[in-house]
């Protein structure tokens, strides 16, 4: 058995990874001088993977693989490769299989020994605003109550995203500065960066859906101008969001549900609650499975298709998701 497979997975993308740095700063202090390699399910074959794992570096004696988007791995030929290679007792070669899920499929978790298979839980409201308050006072800041609730309300709730929103108040204020909620407005509520994620946030508003369908516009085009233009990126992280809805229109079928259970779920903030909760109004679980269905041949679409038709391509699945819930378009409807 590789001693050296880990699996990470879970919606805290914070502490998985400052554990996958941990971890490789520890493979490197072993070997020296290590390759790094960073791969994704969508753009990479697993089979590939495998391949560079199971062939000798000529160039340096250690190596550390992630492979992202874990939970699609499922195909038979796919547990058989990790099986294959878990059992060369390879100590050169750390392989983490990582997923925003906080599972991944049985027949491949049980490949990875069980003391290298970790969840990262999303934290508990209180738990962000300890970890945010201790964040800004390790750099040097104060910061107010009132602040915290408005970064926390403004910002994915993941470590890692809080982590580069608060960055811009470290450079627009010197040292021992109070950070107050007007502080907050000026620079994240004015100046926020849009993604996939307030895509997905406008999207589920309780607006009407020519307004929904304005913002959601405006936002893409806010997107494809900045650095973080890909459109592949885009589809993947609305990808994510709408499994996430699923997720909690599978949990809402049953009735009530705990705060534990929401939390195991990722579900623990307010926001998330709250936000997802709008979702599950706008879509049911037939709507959000198309819709995913939909962003799955958008993603073929265009990765075949080139750059030449990108925008209309995704401006069409925007319309699709708003006024058709995620059915193919024959033709435009105004509202």
Known sequence: MALLLYSFTGTESGEKADAINALRAKHQKKYGEIENHVFYSSETPFADVISLLLNGSLFSPGRFVVFNN?????????VELLSQWAKTEDDTSVLVLCSDENSIDKKIENIVPKENRRVFWEMFQDKK????????????????SDAVDAI?????????ELKRECA??????EKD?????DDVDQILSHNREESPFTLFDALATN???????????????KIRLSKDSNAVSLIAGLTFCFRRLLVWQKLKENGAVSQFDLKI???????AQDQYSRASRIWNIDDTNRIL?????????????????EDTLLQMMLYSIVNKRGEEISEYVVD
């Open 177 to 181: 500065h109070l950070i107050t909620v």
């Open 70 to 78: 874990a939970e699609v791995l499922k195909k038979k030929e796919e």
């Open 168 to 173: 811009r108040f470290f450079a627009c204020f």
């Open 207 to 221: 607006a009407a859906p020519s307004t929904r369908l304005e913002n959601a516009l405006e936002i893409l085009q």
């Open 293 to 309: 269905a939909l962003l799955a041949s958008s993603d073929i679409s265009l990765r075949s298709g080139g750059q030449a038709l």
């Open 152 to 160: 926390l309300e403004l910002v994915e709730n993941n470590t890692a």
């Open 265 to 271: 779920k990722g579900f623990a903030s307010k926001k």
């Open 129 to 144: 605003e300890q970890w945010l308050r201790s964040y800004f006072m390790r750099e040097g800041y104060k910061i107010e």
